[in-house]
């Protein structure tokens, strides 16, 4: 049987590891540990996917889909290129299947099963369809694991140290802050947060609006007030971004990086240079902004500073200076991981191997217990005492997965749907939230009220399921029911199992 694997799908670069002969090891693609998140199509069913896409990105950015990551979850949302509509299910399926491809002889036979990583902080939603894209590339979802829970595995396994670890990474698209304790080989996530639309990618930007503006005073061309449309336009943006990266990663060791891009745009040329003080001063508001969901993060755990025994820093854009020296003023010195681009990886296939009975004891390692948390809480809408919709939390956030959440209602006699709003976030007033459909119950009409159970689950990858019952009303006062507790209603009889569906509103 093949080993299974870890996957970083990341949305700059992903990686994907094994675990034998006692440790993690990165899988090449094309020569490469990393391989970027970029597809490109070339004409109607021929596509490129990893470094070669990234390479056509610059001849044909009409063509080519980077950071995909930040588009999962999105309902109805699809990339038209020619002639055809893709979802960001299927280009994720493709990323993952190229990164699949090829590594028979070192797994054993052919890639089927994997622990895929996904942010700490993403939704139901981002991660159900995360799934979906691993299960269209022909891969059983062993775990869907969070990204700083699976690089606290990589540096904390067998260390044989009870601490408390704050993981701070910071990627090319996403940033998570986790807060784990560990136990031995127990790993358990005391709080998390984070901001699944800031990375490494908004540093490039901001170096790139900070290049148009030169571009604008050196030859008095606004390429913001161009056509974005128009081919010249998009190549001219997609070579900059390109080389704005370089630049960022330049001046994580440089103090001054030179950008030179001849014939750049209409025959004109930009060049200049740039300071490592003035992308700082660019990219001050998103580093401090990552600074305050570290603390909110420490008071949502019910810690103080000094009871992290160790800040950890994965994701490639920990790489920069400011980023080091922000996180070291506010806590302490941080520990950065050795490869921080593949850690996340090597912890995913640590987990993976943990997961399944290998006859092969160098690629078994130490049993793991992980105990992941609610990232967002659940609240369900419901009249108050003057009719007003108001959202009552049935799971809270940082609660343990696998979590469940309960509410009674009840029905009118001969109605046969009951309907109840779910949305998440924890605020009381609805529009604060995020409204994710209605739940729908189909049930046996009666003569007399129906009482109702409506159950929302979260499964240990943190996806929602629902479920929903007709209660024995025999068992129950209804005098009584306004002050039964959760564990009350968990206890109550049920007449029936009904049908349950979680809709959006057309």
Do not use: W
Not at 172 to 178: E, I, L, M, N, Y
Not at 358 to 378: G, T
């Amino acid at each position: 049987m093949a080993l299974p694997v870890g996957i970083d799908l990341g949305t700059t670069n992903s990686v994907i590891s094994i675990y034998r002969r006692g440790r993690p090891e990165t899988l090449r693609v094309e020569g490469s540990e990393t391989m970027p998140s970029a597809v490109c199509f070339r004409d109607k069913g021929n596509s490129l996917v990893g470094n070669k896409a990234l390479n056509m990105a610059m001849i044909r950015p009409e063509s080519t889909i980077l950071s995909v990551k930040r588009d999962m979850g999105k309902a109805g949302f699809t990339y038209n290129l020619q002639g055809q509509s893709y979802t960001p299910i299927d280009i994720s399926a493709m990323i993952l299947r190229k990164l699949c491809e090829g590594h028979e002889a070192e797994v054993g036979g052919k890639i089927t099963q994997a622990v895929v990583t996904v942010p700490a902080y993403f939704t139901d939603e981002q991660k159900r369809d995360t799934k979906l894209a691993a299960e269209k590339a022909g891969l059983d979802v062993l775990r869907l694991l969070p990204e700083p829970t699976a690089a606290a595995i990589a540096i904390g396994l067998n260390r044989g140290k009870d601490q408390t670890i704050l993981v701070y990474d910071l990627g090319g698209g996403t940033f998570d802050v986790s807060i784990l304790e560990v136990r031995g080989n127990t790993f358990k996530v005391k709080a998390v947060n984070g901001d699944h639309d800031l990375g490494g990618n908004d540093f490039d930007r901001a170096l790139r609006d900070h290049a148009i503006a030169t571009f604008k005073t050196q030859k008095g061309i606004d390429l913001n007030k161009e056509d974005a449309k128009d081919a010249q336009v998009r190549q001219a943006l997609q070579v900059l971004t390109s080389a704005c990266e370089r630049i960022k990663k330049e001046l994580s060791d440089a103090e001054t990086a030179h950008l030179d891009l001849p014939n750049f745009y209409k025959g004109q040329h930009l060049e200049t240079a740039i300071d490592r003080a003035t992308f700082e001063s660019l990219i001050r508001n998103h580093v401090y902004r990552t600074k305050d969901v570290v603390l909110a993060t420490i008071k949502d755990a019910k810690l103080d500073l000094d009871d992290i025994d160790q800040l950890v820093m994965v994701g490639g854009s920990t790489k920069i200076p400011l980023v080091r020296r922000v996180l070291a003023d506010t806590i302490r010195e941080p520990y950065v991981a050795d490869y921080v681009d593949l850690a996340v990886s090597h912890g995913a296939a640590i987990m993976a191997a943990s997961m399944l009975d290998i006859e092969d004891a160098d690629s078994a390692p130490m049993e793991l217990n992980v105990q992941d948390v609610v990232a967002h809480p659940i609240s369900i809408g419901l009249g108050d005492e003057n009719r007003r919709l108001r959202c009552f939390v049935v799971i809270p956030k940082n609660a343990p997965l696998p979590a469940t959440g309960m509410k009674l209602g009840a029905a009118p006699p001969g109605q046969l749907v009951g309907l109840l709003p779910i949305f998440r976030g924890g605020e009381a007033e609805p529009v604060q939230n995020k409204f994710l459909g209605d739940l729908t119950l189909t049930f046996t009409p009666s003569l007399s009220p129906t009482l109702l159970r409506f159950e929302l689950m979260l499964d240990k990858n943190g996806i929602l399921n629902v479920d929903g019952a007709e209660i024995d009303l025999n068992d129950v006062s209804p005098s009584a029911l306004q002050y039964l507790s959760d564990d009350d209603i968990a206890r109550l009889k049920i007449k029936r199992r009904t049908r349950v569906e979680l809709k959006m509103r057309d």
